[in-house]
């Protein structure tokens, strides 16, 4: 039964799940690590010891992770052949664990656990301030700036690099479709696929390339874009 299970033990003998967690991100460790507590079912992906995606049950991205480290106990295993392509969670490792404990903590203590999103810029991995603002918007799982080489901007990571080739392409697609049709460079393109969404813009001297989750209004998304963008006139908060 569940709630006589103390402990967790997998691949690692006498090691915590957070001890694991903090062991392959030290390790630069790709791959999965699957959870288990009685009936119930986890998995936590890494890249390049950077955990990018969590999956429980319906919960997906920060949630889930929240909720398996709040699991008394259960099983691990270390799958290095299981790899995803989604990416949900883009704060760092260190932080999704402090963060995990605190909420742990206050349930403990029987106080109100405190759900609010942490901190937008200092957790967070690095990029270039319009990503990060990008972000911010609901729906909007990455975004990266690249320039017109198709190099990242302030963002090395994988997810960055995966996300800047497929803004260039398209870029580059649409471009000589334009041309194509007499329509000349084109300047905004978004491709929907059954797992995401991809949106990308072209100005002088970058793109900026942005996955969308999919099934979701572009347009409303779009909207949001551009206001994140427009500056605000004097006066308009009076």
Same mark, same amino acid.
């Given at each position: 039964?569940?709630?006589?299970?103390?402990?967790?033990?997998?691949?690692?003998?006498?090691?915590?799940?957070?001890?694991?967690?903090?062991?392959?991100?030290?390790?630069?460790?790709?791959?999965?690590?699957?959870?288990?507590?009685?009936?119930?079912?986890?998995?936590?992906?890494?890249?390049?010891?950077?955990?990018?995606?969590?999956?429980?049950?319906?919960?997906?991205?920060?949630?889930?992770?929240?909720?398996?480290?709040?699991?008394?106990?259960?099983?691990?295993?270390?799958?290095?052949?299981?790899?995803?392509?989604?990416?949900?969670?883009?704060?760092?490792?260190?932080?999704?664990?402090?963060?995990?404990?605190?909420?742990?903590?206050?349930?403990?203590?029987?106080?109100?656990?405190?759900?609010?999103?942490?901190?937008?810029?200092?957790?967070?991995?690095?990029?270039?301030?319009?990503?990060?603002?990008?972000?911010?918007?609901?729906?909007?799982?990455? #975004? &990266?700036?690249?320039?017109?080489?198709?190099?990242?901007?302030? $963002? !090395?990571?994988?997810?960055?690099?995966?996300? %800047?080739? *497929?803004?260039?392409?398209?870029?580059?697609?649409?471009?000589?479709?334009?041309?194509?049709?007499?329509?000349?460079?084109?300047?905004?393109? #978004? &491709?929907?696929?059954?797992?995401?969404?991809?949106?990308?813009? $072209? !100005?002088?001297?970058?793109?900026?390339?942005? %996955?969308? *989750?999919?099934?979701?209004?572009?347009?409303?998304?779009?909207?949001?874009?551009?206001?994140?963008?427009?500056?605000?006139?004097?006066?308009? #908060?009076?």
């Amino acid at each position: 039964m569940s709630q006589n299970v103390s402990g967790f033990k997998g691949a690692v003998a006498g090691l915590s799940l957070t001890d694991v967690i903090q062991l392959k991100g030290h390790n630069k460790y790709t791959g999965a690590i699957s959870v288990e507590y009685g009936n119930l079912q986890g998995i936590i992906y890494f890249v390049d010891g950077e955990i990018i995606h969590a999956e429980r049950g319906e919960e997906s991205g920060e949630q889930a992770i929240y909720e398996i480290i709040k699991w008394p106990g259960g099983t691990f295993a270390i799958q290095p052949e299981m790899k995803s392509n989604v990416c949900t969670i883009h704060y760092r490792t260190d932080y999704l664990l402090l963060e995990a404990l605190r909420r742990l903590d206050e349930e403990k203590a029987g106080g109100a656990t405190n759900n609010s999103p942490g901190p937008t810029v200092t957790p967070r991995r690095t990029m270039s301030k319009i990503a990060a603002r990008l972000q911010e918007i609901n729906n909007i799982t990455y #975004a &990266v700036l690249l320039d017109k080489l198709g190099t990242p901007i302030q $963002d !090395s990571s994988v997810e960055a690099t995966a996300l %800047a080739a *497929k803004g260039l392409f398209l870029a580059q697609t649409g471009n000589q479709f334009g041309e194509l049709m007499g329509l000349g460079e084109i300047k905004a393109a #978004a &491709v929907q696929t059954s797992q995401y969404d991809l949106l990308m813009y $072209d !100005s002088k001297q970058h793109y900026l390339s942005i %996955a969308v *989750k999919a099934d979701c209004n572009l347009e409303l998304v779009e909207g949001e874009i551009k206001a994140a963008f427009v500056p605000v006139k004097q006066g308009a #908060a009076s």
